[in-house]
């Protein structure tokens, strides 16, 4: 057991060294603020106060984790051999740099509750961020934080137990379009073939109608060979269908059609699943409550999994909501236009409400990598590039990879087999 001094318990510290040994470690913890009980112990322990009591392993605490509410934080970034880190401490201070106080400020998404630039969308920008402006967003800092503070710590008392970097790797198939031609109204069949005929898609126009006529296979209908493929690898996945009525962005199927109802009912049966929330329930929680009812009542079970479709989070109200409807496990939490690490880790973490000053039962998974983004880069071989990096810090720091995938990336269109190969390959090569 490890034992942490604080001259103050509060929720933020709670949390932060909560997380953060029962991630990084297989010890306990015990928190207190009686000097007494900190002296008397024999075991491994360190003090996280503004000045050092005698000769222990000393952090020099930051304001912020004693402080209620958000305010603007004076942040400057130094680095700490040669990874990026802030809120500095004095030579007292047994490490450089406050990195419990730096964890909180990125796991509880603190700079996204104070004004911030946004996308068209009102999403939160990259460029934008702390990660974004100091070049480290694609770097599991937190992580890397973790291993530098227990490689001093383990100095002082090597039976802390460190847990090993294992492989983890999963993805999530983002479903927010079941279908590319079938199953779609003749009203909607005819508007959208219309375009592709005035635009002089051809070869598309065709397409539809071949699909339309069965004598050709949906395009996206690859659901089968998705399970098929986690099968082979021993890779955990997860299938999140939209389940919302068509609209400007949520263009998806009728929930209403027969044929989507059971490939739902099917998927079900092999792999987990669970619901993409829709474009416009962000703004309409009302919308939200009835896509849940409406798709347990499908899979007969209750929704454990969400993701926000487009990623359009407003903090903390979504969370707030996912939390209150009862959703386990978010995956939703990544940069829109960016590989990387939005709070700084892969690990997954509980919610830490600002507003409330207290934690969630809700377990944020942070997305790594996502179709579009790796698309963006243009080349899949670019894109693999970047994925075996996201691999490397997995090796290293035990980071978790969760890659989020469109049901586009198994389409056995000519257009797309460079991207299916590379995204095979990838899972294939991944020693789990």
Known sequence: MILIYTHQLNARIRYVFTHFFETYTNNSIQITNVLETFIAHNGPKFSYTNQKLGNEFFVQANALLFEQGVKEQDIK????????????CDKES????????????????YEEHIP??????????????LAGKHKFANKPVVDIWARQFLDCFTEFFPEILVKPPTRRLQTILEV???FAYKSKSMLRTLVESGFD???LRFVKLFERFAVRLSFRPDPYDIYKSWIA?????????????????????????????????????????YVSTSLLASYQSTDQPQLLQIEVNRLSEIIHHPLKDIRQYLVRLRFPTTYDQFAKLGFANDYSL????YLGYRAGTGFPFQ???????????????PVVAHEAILRANRSPRKARRLLEQCKTYNSEYGTPLTLVLTNTIMDERMKNKAWKRMFTEFLESYDQ
């Open 116 to 129: 911030h630039l946004k996308d068209d969308m009102n999403r939160f920008y990259t460029s934008g961020s």
């Open 351 to 365: 919610f830490y409400n600002l507003s409330k000053e207290q934690r969630s039962n809700l377990f944020i998974h």
């Open 197 to 199: 005929f005035f635009n």
């Open 94 to 109: 047994s490490i450089p740099y406050d990195i419990f106080a730096a964890t909180f400020y990125l796991l509880a998404r």
């Open 176 to 178: 927010p379009e079941a």
């Open 77 to 88: 970034i130094s680095r700490w051999q040669t990874t990026p880190v802030f809120f500095s």
């Open 229 to 269: 493929l986690h099968q082979k690898t021993n890779i955990p996945t997860k299938v999140m269908f939209m389940f919302a009525q068509p609209s400007a962005h949520d263009r998806n199927i009728s929930i209403f059609k027969h044929r989507f109802l059971e490939k739902i009912k099917d998927v079900a049966d």
């Open 334 to 337: 990544q940069f829109v236009d």
